[in-house]
């Protein structure tokens, strides 16, 4: 519950967001499936972030840039669905600017940006609006506005890992209380998994909500593939925490040959040739990070056979990145006391 005060004293909020690899069990965090037999999803933060900028104004309107500027007199106004509704929650009604920096872009990258983008702004409004909120909070309230208010036909892996932050083992019960179980390894384990990661931009992006919209539409033809994939989180949690990249690798690989059966958006002939060419050039595994149809593919391989996936691959964008702990911080609260020091 979000205690609400006054964001008098608030000038100015900066909070930063991580966004996201999924690993195994997506879509299992989907009411439709939770609510039958409980979700499973393995995911990690990670170095590539959404910041959130909010200042207060004198003006009575609002001005918010995000991939592309907006200024109205009243959040109702806002194109942005998800800032609509934020703005809202907090009643926050004019007198603010908001700007929104993605180091991904806007959104369709399938590293779960517009939930951390949601995330982050809750978490900004609620310091700015001063109501006292945990992680968890802030995590339920984001998948709130998403999910219910928004009406995005997701669930709510993303929100929960861009507010704890880390690799965490989620669960999804079948009341809609989500579990977090963080996922520790040493800094070898952590170095060992960065030296046999190769991520590559796919070239496209696409629609969550559109490729997990039409998954809803099958949820029962689905049903059995969902289970199957809920099923191989534990055994691949265990093989990351032990160090066995070569076994994590296979079972992501089992994983998406099973995703590619939640329906035809989920890949397409230019990730099929990718991956079939990683593949060939010695890669153990991987998936494409999120719902699927475009976005970023990662691998795991060996660092002997780095340099042949890459030649495989030359003419897709190599995107390095590293997993962090961190989820989101408060990067700068700035208040007129803090001006007039």
């Given at each position: 519950m979000t205690k609400r005060g006054t964001h008098d004293n608030a000038e100015m909020i900066i909070t930063r967001t991580p966004l996201?690899?999924?690993?195994?069990?997506?879509?299992?965090?989907?009411?439709?499936?939770?609510?039958?037999?409980?979700?499973?999803?393995?995911?990690?933060t990670i170095d590539k972030y959404i910041h959130i900028i909010v200042k207060k104004t004198d003006r009575e309107d609002i001005l918010f840039i995000h991939e592309k500027l907006e200024r109205v007199s009243r959040a109702d106004e806002l194109t942005h669905e998800r800032a609509r509704a934020v703005l809202k929650h907090f009643h926050i009604k004019n007198g603010i600017e908001i700007v929104s920096l993605s180091d991904v872009g806007q959104g369709g990258s399938?590293?779960?940006?517009?939930?951390?983008?949601?995330?982050?702004?809750?978490?900004?409004?609620?310091?700015?609006?001063?109501?006292?909120?945990?992680?968890?909070?802030?995590?339920?309230?984001?998948?709130?506005?998403?999910?219910?208010?928004?009406?995005?036909?997701?669930?709510?892996?993303?929100?929960?890992?861009?507010?704890?932050?880390?690799?965490?083992?989620?669960?999804?019960?079948?009341?809609?209380?989500?579990?977090?179980?963080?996922?520790?390894?040493?800094?070898?384990?952590?170095?060992?998994?960065?030296?046999?990661?190769?991520?590559?931009?796919?070239?496209?992006?696409?629609?969550?909500?559109?490729?997990?919209?039409?998954?809803a539409k099958r949820e029962k033809e689905i049903f059995p593939y969902l289970k199957t994939m809920a099923g191989l989180v534990e055994?691949?949690?265990?093989?990351?925490?032990?160090?066995?990249?070569?076994?994590?690798?296979?079972l992501l690989y089992k994983e998406w040959t099973i995703k590619k059966n939640l329906g035809p958006g989920v890949t397409n002939n230019e990730i099929e040739t990718m991956y079939a060419k990683a593949k060939r050039a010695g890669a153990w595994g991987g998936r494409v990070s999120g719902a699927g149809g475009g976005g970023f593919l990662f691998m795991l391989a060996p660092q002997s056979r780095h340099g042949a996936i890459r030649r495989a691959l030359k003419k897709y964008d190599e995107f390095p990145l590293h997993l962090t702990d961190e989820g989101t911080i408060l990067v700068l609260r700035e208040t007129k006391e803090t001006n007039n020091r």
């Open positions: 996201r690899l999924e690993f195994l069990g997506g879509s299992t965090d989907i009411a439709s499936f939770y609510r039958r037999t409980p979700g499973h999803i393995l995911n990690a399938g590293l779960g940006s517009s939930s951390s983008f949601t995330v982050g702004l809750v978490h900004a409004l609620a310091v700015f609006t001063r109501a006292r909120m945990s992680v968890r909070g802030i995590a339920e309230l984001a998948a709130h506005i998403e999910i219910d208010v928004v009406g995005a036909p997701i669930g709510k892996q993303d929100q929960f890992v861009a507010a704890f932050g880390g690799t965490n083992h989620t669960m999804y019960q079948k009341n809609g209380f989500v579990e977090v179980k963080p996922i520790r390894i040493s800094l070898q384990k952590t170095k060992a998994f960065h030296d046999h990661l190769l991520v590559f931009r796919t070239g496209t992006t696409r629609s969550a909500s559109a490729i997990l919209g039409d998954q055994p691949a949690a265990r093989a990351f925490a032990a160090g066995d990249l070569k076994r994590f690798a296979e």
